[in-house]
């Protein structure tokens, strides 16, 4: 029995293989970019800075790491270590995937279509295993309002932005795959994960450090913004000195709007869990990897102001006669605000199933990501 994982590295990769580790998963192969040593030190580095769920001693020293692009023909992998891999191979979870917000789908197909198709090949090498993939709630699209169920996979409402379209041309071709080699796929549809422990540089940030990246671009984009405002603050404060709405900020999106936001620990755990209650059987099953309850723009705007005192947020239907500024964060190629009209929510059922009575996470809301935004590395000029 062996166990293969692709994006250790990453945010939400890391989490992953500490819970596997946890589970008491032996023989577990990480593949990724750069050399072994390279590897394994990122890895390392990632997994013991996040200490928990407890790992008995050694446990992590046991993880083989294996050089594998994504990019690369057959992974990168010569024949010997495809049979190494793929021998006794009983579980495959493929996490791996660029995340670009951004415009140019090319990159996103290569690395997650053409990517996890050369998932798929190798996992043909091994019959016997499962293929857990990792994929996200975006898929849905641009549709923003009503309930999205775990086995919707329809494109009928176009996608706001190509790693949406990627991440669900890769859910179809999984479906073909099982179907067509009578294969047992999971796919896990995480929301967008959090963290709300400090993060060290070096260490994989989490996909929120975009949002404040682009306010901190807006605020240092005042001409008179450090006579104005002070510097960001790691740990969130309001104190006496703060000055009360020095920057006035409209935002154009749906006042009522609201984003699923989940604990990235807890989503890893879930999965994780969820993996290993699932009887294997052929075919897809999706599992909306989401938070019961959503979280509302106007909370995520209070938590921002936390993080810049002196910045005051306001979500407008419309925007007539935007400031500079105000144009300056919908030009962003790169721009999260692109769901600040959405309302929709996740069905959970086949995820409550397989968890069984695993208790909910704690909420999401202005305290957590009080936190949570407080502890990204800020970089504004002085
Ligand atoms: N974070 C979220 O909020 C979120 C929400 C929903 C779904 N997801 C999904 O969760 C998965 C993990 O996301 P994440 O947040 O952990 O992202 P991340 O921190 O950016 O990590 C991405 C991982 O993919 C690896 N990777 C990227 N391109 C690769 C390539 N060409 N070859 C091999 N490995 C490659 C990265 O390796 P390097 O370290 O070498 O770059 C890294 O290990 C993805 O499938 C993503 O779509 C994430």
Redesign the pocket.
Known sequence: MSVLL?????????RLLRELLARGEENITV????TPDELRS?VEAAVQWLDSPALAPGTLASVRYVS????QPDLGLDVQERARITKDLTTLW??????LLEGDPAPLHH??VI?TRRVLQLANEAPGARVLH?????VAGQRSTGHIMEDDLRDTGGFQIP?EQS?HTAERMLRAWASSGHRDVTVF??????TDRPIPQGL????TDLLLRIVEHVVNSRPDHAATLPAPVHTPRRTKETPAAALQYRLQGDPLGSLNMLQ?DYAAHAMVLAASRTTPAPGVRTMHVTHPKNVTFATVAAAVETRFPGLKVTMVPTLPHPTSLEKLAGAFAVNPLVYSTHRRTYDRTNLLAALGGLPDPQPVDLAYLTRAFGCAPAAVAE
């Open positions: 692709t994006g250790a590295t990453g945010f939400l990769g890391c593949l990724g970019r750069g990122r594998s692009d994504l990019l493929h996490c791996a995937a660029l995340i690395a997650n990517g990792v994929s996200t709630a975006y790693y991440k549809r995480p929301s967008l994960l959090v994989p940030g989490q996909p990235a």
